[in-house]
């Protein structure tokens, strides 16, 4: 009796994998799909500030964290204006959806700071190029006003949703290198998103002392990584 009862449920599990699996990709899919979408309203943002400062500007990605789109962080583009110039921006964008262009990482981008008059156009021209992700362009925290930013732009939406997804696989916690790139340890080392350029390890407590306010056991291990628990 406790064979047959024992049989059945290992062929039900059976059964379940495959419909698992599909449902899966189906997920992964529909991921994919809301990210592109996303992507393209962000570039066409991107187009309407630029042509609100120069008309006939034209732009392409050069990098983008992984996860851009839905998350948030910041990327980079560059532009070219009527004249010929070239110049690098920073998109920084949040998880709720404000974005705001930095030029040369410094000034946010305005209608009137950009070039003269005398560069302006008629049209509006922005090319969107995708690129591949990579880590994040932005300018490199320097102090805790800037980790400040970088933490409420960059890292604590993307960490956020990540530990959803890590915590429905049952892990309990996660690193993050001083590369950026955030792991678990399940027998060998699993990269599992990317935050890109991170500040200074010196500027590391200010990190760890932000994810404490929030319910997250954090410390810097032997300044290589910061190790994040929720168990």
């Known amino acids: ?14 059964l379940m994998l495959p419909v698992f699996a599909v449902v899966q990709k ?37 990098c983008r964290p992984a996860g851009f789109a839905l998350n948030g962080g910041i990327a980079r583009i560059e532009v070219i204006y ?5 110049q690098f921006m920073d998109v920084c964008l949040g998880a709720n959806g404000y ?19 005398a560069d302006l156009g008629t ?3 922005a090319d969107e190029v995708p690129g591949p992700a990579a880590p994040n ?11 400040t930013k970088w933490y409420n732009i960059v890292l604590i939406n993307a960490l956020n949703t990540l530990i ?12 993050i290198d001083r590369d950026g790139k955030a792991y678990v340890e399940d027998g060998g080392t699993s990269v599992v998103y990317d935050f890109g350029e991170m500040p200074d390890v010196t500027l590391w407590g200010y990190i760890t002392e932000k994810l404490g306010a929030v319910g ?6 032997e300044e290589k990584c910061i190790f994040i628990s929720w168990a």
Request: aromatic share 4%; charged share 20%.
């Open 1 to 14: 009796m406790w064979i047959i009862i024992v049989s059945s449920v290992s062929f039900a599990v059976i």
């Open 26 to 62: 189906q997920r992964r899919k529909k991921i994919q799909s809301k990210e592109v979408q996303a992507i393209k309203g962000i570039g066409l943002g991107i187009g309407d500030r630029l042509h609100a400062a120069c008309p006939d500007t034209k732009w392409r990605w050069v």
């Open 82 to 86: 009527p004249s010929g110039t070239q």
């Open 99 to 117: 974005m705001a262009l930095h030029v040369l990482d410094v000034a946010e981008l305005a209608a009137s700071s950009v070039v003269s008059t």
């Open 123 to 125: 049209s509006a021209n």
């Open 137 to 147: 362009a932005g300018a490199k925290p320097h102090d805790e006003e800037s980790v």
């Open 164 to 175: 959803e997804d890590l915590n429905a696989d049952g892990e309990v916690c996660v690193h």
């Open 216 to 221: 997250l056991f954090a410390e810097v291990q």
